[in-house]
């Protein structure tokens, strides 16, 4: 599943810096960043159900606020980019 992961963190209030941090890493261990707060995943459903509850356990639901887009298996023609294309193709090749 492709979903799209954004994310604003109220950094003015105590603890809001590490907690960004927090989420950011997480993110990044489950996907791509493609702009300062958001991600692009593609996940199988258990790992989605695992990230979701991880994400959920990192923020301040009073002060935080994390949106997610599922946008299924049949997203790469729901994609368009505007200006520079800072990602990579995620079902593709990577050599590391």
């Known amino acids: 599943m ?3 992961v954004t994310y604003d963190v109220n950094t003015s209030e105590e603890g ?3 907690r960004l941090r927090q989420v950011a890493k997480c ?3 489950h996907g791509q960043r493609v702009q300062n707060s958001v991600f ?3 996940l199988p459903e258990s790992d989605f ?3 979701k509850a991880a994400l959920n356990e990192l ?3 009073d002060n935080d606020s994390i949106r997610i887009y599922r946008m299924g298996n049949n997203y790469k023609n729901k994609i368009e980019y505007l200006g520079q294309k800072t990602s990579f ?3 593709g090749e990577l050599i590391v």
């Open 59 to 61: 923020i301040d639901s």
């Open 89 to 91: 193709d995620m079902d």
């Open 49 to 51: 159900v695992r990230f």
């Open 2 to 4: 492709y979903i799209l």
């Open 40 to 42: 692009e995943c593609n």
């Open 27 to 29: 993110c990044k261990n």
């Open 16 to 18: 809001g810096t590490k």
